[in-house]
C-alpha cells in the first residue's frame, strides 16, 4: 500500500490574522535543534518507503538555505533522495523565498512548490497580517520559474474582510495569467483563537459563494480541472499527497503537531516545540493523542474524505448499511447526487460539504 511522508516546520515569520496552525513566529533560534530531533524521530518511523512528501508549516521558507539543505539531508539519510519521490512538495511565503533557497530545492529532488500569494491587492494582504505585498509574490514566482520549479501550487483566499466580489476577481484573473499548474481557492474561515476571531470579524457567506461560483467558472474557461471543493489542476497535474488523503491512504508525519495515519489508526505529536525536542532527546514518544478508528467511525471518516473529491466516491453494500438514511436524506436535500452506487457532491452540496460531512463523521451509537 502507498504510504506518504509529511514533515511540519512549524515557524514563521509572522503568524497571520485567519491561521489557526500549529506554527509559531519569532522562534527560528530552535530551527537547527529541531531538525536534529526529526532527524530522531524519522529513524524511529515503521515505515521507510513513501511515494509522495509534503514539507508544510509554518513557513518551511523561513529556514535557512543552510538548514533546508541539513533537511533534505536528512530526508535522504533516513527515506532515500528527495528525487526519489513520486511527488514531493515544499511550502514557501514569497518574502522568504530567495533564489538560493529555490536552487537548494531544485538541487535536493523537490518537484513541486505550494506558494501562499493570499491575494493580490496589497490593502488585503494588511488586512490579513502578511509581511508582503504582491510585488514580491511576482518576484517570488519569477525566481522559482527561472530557477526550473516547474509544477507551482498557488493559493489564494475567497471572503476576506472588505473584500468586494470585483477585487476578488481581478486577484484571480491576475493570477491565472501567470498560468501556475495547480491553484487552492479557500473561502476564508474564522477560527476560534485566531486574530479574526478575537475582533468578532464575520464572513459573508453569500459573497463568498457568488466568489467561488466565478471561480469555478474562470478556471473551467481557462483549462483547469477542479477535482476537489477547493483544489483546481491543470489536467494531469491534481496533488498527488493530498489525494492520497483524500483516498484513505496511510501517511506518517513527523514534527511537532504532526500527525500519523496507519492501519486504522490515528497518532499525534505534541504541539509545544520544545516539549516535541525534550521528549525526543530524552527517548521518550513525541505522540500527544492516540485513537484507533473502527467499524461506523472508520467507514465514516473515509466517506467523508472520499466526498470532497468532485468526482465521489462509490459505495459498499456495508456503507449502505450503515450510512443508507443519511445519503438519501442529503439526495432529497439535494446535496449529494447519486449515480447508481456512486455518490459525490452537489453543485449544492460544495457549499455545505461540512453540513453533509457531519453526518458521516457526528458521534453515534455502534449498530
Known amino acids: 500500500m502507498k504510504t506518504g511522508l509529511y514533515i511540519h516546520l512549524p515557524f514563521c515569520k509572522q503568524k497571520c490574522n485567519y491561521c489557526d496552525f500549529a506554527s509559531f513566529a519569532g522562534r527560528e533560534f530552535l530551527i537547527d535543534g529541531y531538525l536534529d530531533a526529526m532527524s530522531k524521530e524519522a529513524a524511529r518511523s515503521p515505515v521507510r518507503a513513501f511515494e509522495t512528501l ?5 513557513t518551511p521558507s523561513v529556514l535557512s538555505a543552510a538548514q533546508l539543505e541539513k533537511l533534505a539531508q536528512m ?3 533516513n527515506f532515500g533522495p528527495v528525487s526519489r519521490f513520486e ?23 523537490f518537484n513541486r512548490l505550494s506558494i501562499g500569494l ?50 476578488f476577481l481581478r486577484s484571480l484573473r491576475r493570477l491565472v495569467s501567470l498560468r501556475p499548474e495547480h491553484l487552492s481557492v479557500y473561502g476564508l474561515q474564522i477560527e476560534e483563537g485566531t486574530p479574526f476571531f478575537e475582533r468578532g470579524v464575520i464572513c459573508d457567506q453569500l459573497l463568498m459563494r457568488r466568489m467561488l461560483e ?38 506518517i508525519g513527523l514534527g511537532s503537531a504532526a500527525a500519523s495515519f496507519t492501519g486504522g489508526a490515528r497518532h499525534q505529536n505534541t504541539p509545544d516545540v520544545c516539549e516535541y525536542i525534550r521528549r525526543i532527546n530524552a527517548d521518550e514518544s513525541p505522540v500527544e493523542f492516540s485513537e484507533k478508528l473502527e467499524g ?15 468526482d ?43 453540513e453533509v460531512f457531519c453526518s458521516f463523521v457526528a458521534p453515534f451509537e455502534e449498530e
Open 75 to 77: 530526508i535522504e539519510k
Open 214 to 251: 466565478e471561480t469555478r467558472a474562470a478556471l473551467a474557461a481557462a483549462g483547469y480541472h477542479h477535482y476537489e471543493i477547493s483544489n483546481f489542476a491543470r489536467p494531469g497535474l491534481e496533488a498527488k499527497h493530498n489525494t492520497h488523503y483524500w483516498n484513505d491512504g496511510d501517511y
Open 118 to 167: 493570499q491575494s493580490f491587492n496589497d490593502d488585503e494582504l494588511k488586512t490579513l497580517g502578511r509581511v508582503r505585498d504582491a510585488a514580491t509574490f511576482l518576484g517570488a514566482y519569477e525566481a522559482a520559474r527561472a530557477g526550473g520549479l516547474n509544477n507551482i501550487n498557488v493559493d489564494l483566499i475567497a471572503g476576506l474582510p472588505g473584500q468586494t466580489l470585483e477585487r
Open 87 to 109: 511527488e514531493s512538495t515544499c511550502e514557501a511565503n514569497p518574502e522568504s523565498l530567495t533564489p538560493e533557497k529555490i536552487s537548494v530545492l531544485k538541487e535536493a529532488g
Open 312 to 354: 465521489g466516491v462509490e459505495l459498499s453494500a456495508r456503507d449502505e448499511e450503515m450510512f443508507g438514511r443519511e445519503i438519501e436524506k442529503h439526495v432529497k436535500s439535494g446535496l449529494l447526487l447519486r449515480e447508481g452506487k456512486k455518490v459525490k457532491l452537489s453543485f449544492e452540496g460544495l457549499f455545505l460539504a461540512n
Open 54 to 58: 509534503y514539507v508544510g508549516g509554518g
Open 296 to 310: 461506523k467511525e472508520r467507514a465514516g471518516e473515509r466517506l467523508m474524505l472520499a466526498l470532497r473529491k468532485l
